[in-house]
Structure formats: C-alpha cells, structure tokens
C-alpha cells in the first residue's frame, strides 16, 4: 500500500524550545538528537496514548523538527481509533485521490499540542541535557586523575577555591589540599593535579590537589625528558606539603644517574618546581630494592652505622653516631617522618653506646630530679643523655620536645649542675 506526506507542510520551528541546546557543550549531535526524539515522543504518548505511529524528523544544525502522524483510511464510520485511522472522506479532504487501505502521513502542528506540552518539552530537554552534560563531565575526566592542568581562578571562599578549565568547567581546589601559603587572585592561573572525580547522585565533582604526592611527581615528570623518555622512574613519593619532600627514583640505563638527572645542573631542574611549591625543600635518592639500604639512603643527610629490620611488624632500628641523630631526626622530626614515609618503615633512631662521653651522664640517673615522663619525652627524641640535651639549643628542644619553655629550663639548670658539681669536685681533687 502506497503511503503519501501532505504537500505544502508547515515547518514547526522552536528555537525557543530546543535550539539553544544543539550548542550543549561535548554533546555530539546523534546523541542530542537521540534526546530530543524521545523528548517528544514522551510528549506524543502523554497526548495521544502511543507514539508507534509517528515519524519524527530533527534538524539539530538549524534547531527545527517535523513530527508526522501515519494513519490507516477506513471507511466513514468506522474508525475506532482515531489517533491510527483517519476516515475516507477526512483523507480525500487532504488529497482527493485516497482509497480505503492507503496509509496517510500528515504533519503534527506541535504548537496544536498546547502551552503545558511544550513548557514540559522545555523542561524535560533542559532536564536531559544536564545529565547528559554531567555524565560527559564525569567522563572526561575520570580517566585523567593524576594529571596536571592548568586552570583560570574564578572565586576563593574560605574553604575551597573554584577554577574553570577551557571549556568553562567548574573544578574545586579544597582548602586542605592547598599549599600553606598558597593565594590566589580572581583571573589567574593555578597549577594542581587531578585528584579524583567524584559522581554523587549524577552530579559530578572533579576534586584538584596541590598537596598530593602526584602533584610534585608529575611537575618531576615534565621537568626531566629521562623520565619521559622512561630511562628514569619515580618509585615513590613522599612529602609534608611547603615544607620538605623526598623522592626515590631509579636508572634502567648504566650511563645515566638519576639522581643527577632529576636535580639537574645546580639544581636547575628542580629550582621551578620548588618555587611552584613555596620553596618545599626537594631531597632525591636512588631507589633499591634493598630495604637496610634504602632506609639508610631515605635519612640523608645523615651518616647511619647499621639498621636492623623488623619485617613483620614494618619497623626499624637505625644506629648512628650521637653527633648524626639530630640530622637524621630533621628539625621537627620532619627528615625521619619523611623517610619512615618513603619506606615504609617506622624508624628508631638510636646512638651507639661505645661513642658515648665517659664522662657523660644517662638520663635515667635523674629521675630523683626529673619526672620519668620527661625523661621518656627527650628519649623519644633521641637523646638518651645529659649531654646530648644540653648539646641541643633551648629553642630547638623546647620545638622538638614540646614541652613548656620551664620545664625545659627546670631540665637544662639540673643537667648542667651535675657537670658543675664534677668540675667543683676535680677542683678539690686537684687541691
């Protein structure tokens, strides 16, 4: 049976309703048109009961559409279902020449639909879009976490920071993961790595970071063509964000040394990462398998005597000459916290007992004087002796301990007057 359009149809044009959105951004066109089809024929149903009878035709380019009803001709009198027959004398009012069994294709005036119609085609489009705009966010940038982009500041609130990429997507730089020092002014433009993406409830939420470990690995990566080229790899990253880092890399090539590499000469490859960073002090090591090793390596600059490991519980006890355990403890403990970072390990420091002073003192000789729980404190920092803590000055152990400022005094005025009592003695001795 031949099937025949009306002549002469009315192009039903609603830019108002539908254009504005073939410009949604990173929506290709056979999906928006696929939205918009079942935008309107969610509307035919709500109308007609059923849409299996209409052609919808979409020009998404121009922002125009051409919905066409197909129905079967009967004779007068009896079409049952007025949306899928039309009667004989009603089709020959289009076109003379129809017969009973011939199919009629006629153009739907959606304007005949009605105001709410097309006010809830307006919202179901909007509605659409958004989702679909979203899940292309979500996926545009689910698979770039760790990467670093660069991207406009568009206001700072207290707790987080908003940029905007290229494309005029929002991303948020939290507080926390900020840099101590960090400013940002309204227009420029800020550096940070993808940290995740996060999709709750179909609203996705692309998270940067500036603290991330990932953040300085990937700056290391663009600085140094040896990683690119993949004759060097970072193996770990470790970092207490503004203030110091540690890096272990390794050479897959004999000629090439990677800690030289990484650093570059005078540390000019290394220099704009640190100013990126607020002047994070940079510390690489050459990486090995060899956890005595690597441990010892992590606490430069600090010259170790030996390390004993503790496998199973992830902890080790490292010796050192009295003058290397400050060095390898770092000021506020931050050297030995970054290498316990690195590897993995828990890190006790401890000082060889044959290198101790013979006229030196233990701390726990005066606990007469001195609370057990502050002799426990200077302990954990390392110093077992009265001549190592007076050996620290006042103000790095008062950091280093904190304790009151006079309880440390307290401690200092004890210690130093058993070496003065000595000295009085050998005086009288002497006598």
Sequence with gaps: MATKKTKGTEMVNLIDSFGEFKEAKNIDPATLVSVLEECFRSVIIKTYGSDENYDIIINPDKGDFEIYRNRTVVEDGNVKDPNMEISLSEARAIENDYEVGEDVSQLVNFTDFGRRAILTLRQTLAGRILELEHDTLFNQYKDRVGEVIGAEVYQSWKRETLLVDDEGNELLL????????????????????????????????????????????????????????????????????????????????????????????????????????????????????????????????????????????????????????????????????????????????????????DDDVSLDEFTDDIEQWIVDVLKNIGLNTAKEVLGIERSELIQRTDLEEETVDEVLRILKSEFEEEDNTKSEGDQ
Aim: net charge negative.
């Design 174 to 357: 939290p507080r926390t993961e900020q840099i101590p020092g960090d400013f940002f002014r309204k227009g420029e433009t800020a550096r940070a790595v993808i940290e995740r993406v996060e999709n709750f409830n179909g609203n996705p939420k692309i998270i940067l970071s500036r603290t991330s470990p990932l953040f300085l690995q990937s700056l290391l990566e663009a600085e140094v063509p040896e990683i690119q080229d993949g004759l060097i790899t970072i193996h770990k990253v470790a970092r207490i964000p503004g203030e110091r880092a540690k890096i272990a890399v390794e050479s897959y090539d004999d000629r090439v040394d990677p800690v030289g590499a990484c650093v570059g000469v005078k540390g000019s490859r290394v220099h704009g990462i640190v100013r990126e960073l607020h002047g994070e002090n940079i510390d690489v090591i050459t990486w090995t398998a060899n956890t005595k090793l690597l441990i010892t390596r992590s606490l430069s600059p600090a010259r170790v005597n030996s390390v004993t490991i503790d496998e199973e519980n992830h902890k080790a006890e490292v010796y050192l000459d009295p003058d290397q355990v400050s060095l390898a403890i770092g000021k506020s403990g931050l050297n030995i916290k970054l290498a316990s970072m690195l590897t993995g390990y828990t890190i006790d420091v401890f000082r060889e007992i044959d290198n101790v002073d």
